[in-house]
């Protein structure tokens, strides 16, 4: 069976389980990252064969694949802000939503007074270090700390910041238990992607992410929503340099309520869209 062959019959399957358009992303994935051969190539080499192991390999991905097991994790690879991260499931799948997380904050500093000083940023729950890492590729003069709860999250990120060649001071701690943050300094900058689903929306997800990317870094408790903002606007109040801004994603229905958590930390705030239209985004500034 050729190469060809095999790409249609694994799109043919996946197509029971998958959108259409789902289908063909991640087969051509797949084939790409079994073969080495991208699209193209496949195409001029259609009669290109896989080996046994090649074979038993995309068999073992399709069958993970039709347990609807994300193919991130699959491959234990995601792409974010043009470079490969290593995932897996202690940690979330970077989202196009943090890319642009991440974009505003290096056009702001680009077009800023803060960068010319070396910065201080400070990111809060890091998961595969995707933001810290595509920050300090991205912007010159950067003295980076991230934290995470998750020992295992931590060991992700480390691998992640010694393949992309970034240095990145990674600290295991409890961000929401206030008497760790004397392990921590000022900063001209907080950012973070924190835990914001409340436990009773888990029904809502797609199968992939509820079932398998790690709940400690999705969800919130119903009782306390908002805990991870009302922890960042209090420690950002004392924990930020002059000129200090706050940057954090946020659930697109609740906005307003974020805003408010932060004005009453006396924060001056704006709303940010995704791509999609949705408000997702916040930056406070310090008053």
Same mark, same amino acid.
């Given at each position: 069976? &050729?190469?060809?062959?095999? *790409?249609?019959?694994?799109?043919?399957?996946?197509?029971?389980? *998958? +959108?259409?358009?789902?289908?063909?992303?991640? &087969?051509?994935?797949?084939?790409?990252?079994?073969?080495?051969?991208?699209?193209f190539e496949r195409n001029i080499n259609s009669d290109f064969n896989l080996s046994n192991e090649q074979k038993s390999l995309l068999n073992k991905y399709l069958v993970e694949l039709m347990n609807h097991k994300p193919v991130q994790y699959v491959l234990n690879e995601a792409w974010f802000y043009k470079m490969k991260f290593y995932v897996n499931e202690y940690v979330l799948i970077p989202r196009p939503e943090t890319e642009?997380?991440?974009?505003?904050?290096?056009?702001?500093?680009?077009?800023?007074?803060?960068?010319?000083? +070396?910065?201080?940023?400070?990111?809060?729950?890091?998961?595969?270090?995707?933001?810290?890492?595509?920050?300090?590729?991205?912007?010159?003069?950067?003295?980076?700390?991230?934290?995470?709860?998750? +020992?295992?999250?931590?060991?992700?990120?480390? @691998?992640?910041?010694?393949?992309?060649? &970034?240095?990145?001071?990674?600290?295991q701690l409890n961000f929401l238990d206030e008497r760790f943050w004397n392990k921590l300094r000022h900063y001209d900058i907080i950012v973070s992607n924190p835990p914001y689903i409340a436990e009773s929306e888990k029904k809502e997800l797609a199968e992939n992410v509820a079932a398998f990317e790690p709940a400690i870094?999705?969800?919130?408790?119903?009782?306390?929503?908002?805990?991870? *903002?009302?922890?960042?606007? @209090?420690?950002?109040?004392?924990?930020l340099d002059i000129d200090g801004r706050v940057y954090v994603e946020i659930h697109e229905n609740y906005s307003k309520e974020i805003k408010q958590i932060f004005s009453d930390y006396n924060f001056d705030i704006e709303i940010k869209k995704d791509? *999609?239209?949705?408000?997702?985004?916040?930056?406070?500034? @310090?008053l």
């Amino acid at each position: 069976m &050729t190469t060809q062959q095999l *790409y249609n019959d694994f799109l043919h399957k996946l197509n029971l389980v *998958y +959108e259409a358009r789902e289908a063909v992303n991640i &087969t051509d994935w797949i084939l790409e990252n079994v073969s080495g051969l991208k699209r193209f190539e496949r195409n001029i080499n259609s009669d290109f064969n896989l080996s046994n192991e090649q074979k038993s390999l995309l068999n073992k991905y399709l069958v993970e694949l039709m347990n609807h097991k994300p193919v991130q994790y699959v491959l234990n690879e995601a792409w974010f802000y043009k470079m490969k991260f290593y995932v897996n499931e202690y940690v979330l799948i970077p989202r196009p939503e943090t890319e642009e997380l991440v974009q505003w904050i290096v056009e702001d500093v680009r077009i800023s007074k803060i960068q010319n000083k +070396e910065l201080k940023i400070l990111d809060i729950g890091t998961g595969s270090g995707c933001i810290p890492i595509s920050l300090k590729k991205e912007l010159e003069n950067l003295r980076i700390t991230a934290v995470d709860i998750s +020992e295992d999250a931590l060991k992700v990120a480390n @691998k992640n910041a010694r393949a992309l060649h &970034t240095e990145i001071n990674f600290i295991q701690l409890n961000f929401l238990d206030e008497r760790f943050w004397n392990k921590l300094r000022h900063y001209d900058i907080i950012v973070s992607n924190p835990p914001y689903i409340a436990e009773s929306e888990k029904k809502e997800l797609a199968e992939n992410v509820a079932a398998f990317e790690p709940a400690i870094a999705l969800f919130v408790p119903d009782s306390s929503p908002f805990i991870f *903002y009302e922890k960042i606007a @209090k420690f950002a109040q004392s924990h930020l340099d002059i000129d200090g801004r706050v940057y954090v994603e946020i659930h697109e229905n609740y906005s307003k309520e974020i805003k408010q958590i932060f004005s009453d930390y006396n924060f001056d705030i704006e709303i940010k869209k995704d791509i *999609y239209g949705k408000n997702r985004m916040i930056r406070a500034f @310090k008053l």
